[in-house]
T-cell receptor, first 115, second 114 residues
Framework: DQQVKQNSPSLSVQEGRISILNCDYT??????FLWYKKYPAEGPTFLIS?????DKNEDGRFTVFLNKSAKHLSLHIVPSQPGDSAVYFC??????????????FGKGTLLTVNP | EAGVVQSPRYKIIEKKQPVAFWCNPI?????LYWYRQNLGQGPELLIR????????DSQLPKDRFSAERLKGVDSTLKIQPAELGDSAVYLC????????????FGPGTRLLVL
């Protein structure tokens, strides 16, 4: 049972345009959400996170939106750059007291940004 | 600051052989995690340590997998005997004391069981 779903295995965008990566979850106990980026032969790198008490968090070119009623979150990258090409994982946790120790990951979306 | 270090980076073994992976977390991080990532999937937690105590090993297949974190720093994950289905990337991560603390991942060990 996939509790965190990334239904698009891949996404291709032009440099300078917006990239939107989507993630859906089924467990209503999840209260903390993260995006990780992964380059080949490297471990995942933390990108941005959002708590369930918020609906938006922004960090430079990266913005994460959370729609709790729809159990949906998205990552927006504006503007997209070729160096953003990587696999992006959505992850969620349902820690008591907010601890994010037990992360449930989606399968990932491969983003390709074309020059 | 040095990141999470893992070794070896790659390992090829025949089935039924034992194998071990080593992880050195970021200095000062008392929480350590081992994940397994199968091809085309996201990482899945195997075990979590708080200092030297395994506080969540519910996902660890205990018939063939074992882990230890002596002295609460480095950790070793072992598989004995390995099976074909164990082929995966084994990731180690660490984080600072509890709360909304980011997990920092190492580069992983890619295991191929033939």
């Amino acid at each position: 049972d996939q509790q965190v779903k990334q239904n698009s295995p891949s996404l291709s965008v032009q440099e300078g345009r917006i990239s939107i990566l989507n993630c859906d979850y089924t467990n209503s106990m999840f209260d903390y959400f993260l995006w990780y980026k992964k380059y080949p032969a490297e471990g995942p790198t933390f990108l941005i996170s959002i708590s369930s008490i918020k609906d938006k968090n922004e960090d430079g070119r990266f913005t994460v939106f959370l729609n709790k009623s729809a159990k949906h979150l998205s990552l927006h990258i504006v503007p997209s750059q070729p160096g953003d090409s990587a696999v992006y994982f959505c992850a969620a946790s349902a820690g008591s007291g907010g601890s994010n120790y037990k992360l449930t990951f989606g399968k990932g979306t491969l983003l390709t940004v074309n020059p | 600051e040095a990141g999470v270090v893992q070794s070896p980076r790659y390992k090829i073994i025949e089935k039924k052989q034992p194998v071990a992976f080593w992880c050195n977390p970021i200095s000062g991080h008392n929480t350590l995690y081992w994940y397994r990532q199968n091809l085309g999937q996201g990482p899945e937690l195997l075990i979590r340590y708080e200092n030297e105590e395994a506080v969540d090993d519910s996902q660890l297949p205990k018939d063939r997998f074992s882990a230890e974190r002596l002295k609460g720093v480095d950790s070793t994950l072992k598989i004995q005997p390995a099976e074909l289905g164990d082929s995966a990337v084994y990731l180690c991560a660490s984080s600072a004391p509890t709360g909304f603390e980011t997990q920092y991942f190492g580069p992983g060990t890619r295991l191929l069981v033939l």
